[in-house]
């Protein structure tokens, strides 16, 4: 499922959350954020406000985007656990985030995955020749 928000002076925050009853693991991966139409050459920088090990919540600045030197950032699919919230901190925008959501039921994470491959499995390559002048 992907997922589009933006933030901007007006909104400047946006929470994703789930249902707390599902049974299944949520996980949020963000690929980009960027400045918008209309983004003023100012810094904009964007936190996402989740919660640590002992769940407490906790504030990290994920972006600071400024239209003349840097107005996209490539997250690389940075997964998140929900619900988390961004904020725009500092800045009026509009910051476009964008991503997917990926929902996996539990029953479906029961497969095993063999990590020794045995020398029979592995293909064999001829040597590597040098190269004729």
């Known amino acids: 499922v992907l997922l589009g928000c933006e933030l901007t002076a007006s909104t400047k925050s946006y929470t994703f959350q789930v249902d707390e009853e599902d049974d299944s693991d949520h996980i949020l991966a963000l690929s980009v954020v960027c400045l918008t139409d209309g983004a003023k050459d100012e810094c904009n920088v964007v936190e996402v406000i989740g919660r640590n090990h002992e769940n407490q919540e906790i504030a990290v ?21 929900p619900p988390v919230t961004f904020r725009l901190a500092v800045g009026s925008g509009p910051v476009h985030l964008a991503g997917w959501h990926r929902i996996m039921h539990r029953e479906d994470a029961s497969f095993e995955e063999d990590d020794d491959l045995s020398e029979e499995d592995e293909e064999e390559l001829p040597p590597i020749m040098p190269a004729k002048k």
């Open 61 to 81: 600045p994920m972006a600071n985007l400024k239209l003349s030197c840097q107005p996209l950032l490539s997250l690389d699919n940075f997964k998140l656990q």
